[in-house]
């Protein structure tokens, strides 16, 4: 009984010991970009970073005449993606360097869905399925 119990306060002195695990991202996304001055109204906060955004969503659905929903998940993808690069590189949260980035994740996009249409993945003409050699063990 005596060894349990030293076992016990052995375990719970371990586990206080331990250090706590944050799993957050140390990129501080809560942040408005940097101004350089150059701006019609200076950003103060996210939200401000985060109307930009919205703006140019709001400008493709006027000009395609519909709620486009793929592009706004793309959109917001790369933002991401542009935001996290930024950060990691410790480089000036400026909206230019963002958008460079953003840019370059819209184009690599784009790229892989055109590749993924311009390949018929769906031809009824090779079905395998039909094709006992390519289905049974014999």
């Known amino acids: 009984m005596k ?6 306060f052995i375990g719970v002195s371990l ?3 331990q250090p706590t695990i944050n799993a957050e991202s140390y990129l501080n996304y809560n942040q408005p970009y940097k101004n350089t001055g150059r701006e019609k109204a200076p950003f103060k ?3 401000d970073n985060d109307e930009v955004w919205e703006m ?11 709620s486009d929903t793929e592009f706004a998940n793309k959109l917001n993808w ?8 930024v950060l990691q ?4 949260f400026y909206i230019n360097n963002v958008v460079a980035y953003f840019t370059r994740c819209m184009a690599h996009q784009d790229k892989m869905i055109k590749n993924f249409l311009k390949h018929d993945y769906h031809n009824q003409d090779e079905d395998i399925f039909n094709d006992d050699s ?4 014999k």
Do not use: F, H, Q, W
Request: proline share 0%; net charge positive; glycine share 8%.
């Open 89 to 92: 590189k410790k480089a000036d």
């Open 56 to 66: 140019i969503i709001k400008i493709r659905n006027d000009k395609v005449g519909y």
């Open 134 to 137: 390519k289905v049974s063990a």
């Open 78 to 85: 790369c933002r991401y993606v542009g935001e996290s690069t």
């Open 15 to 17: 586990a206080t010991l």
């Open 45 to 47: 906060s996210r939200k």
């Open 3 to 8: 060894a349990g119990i030293t076992i016990a």
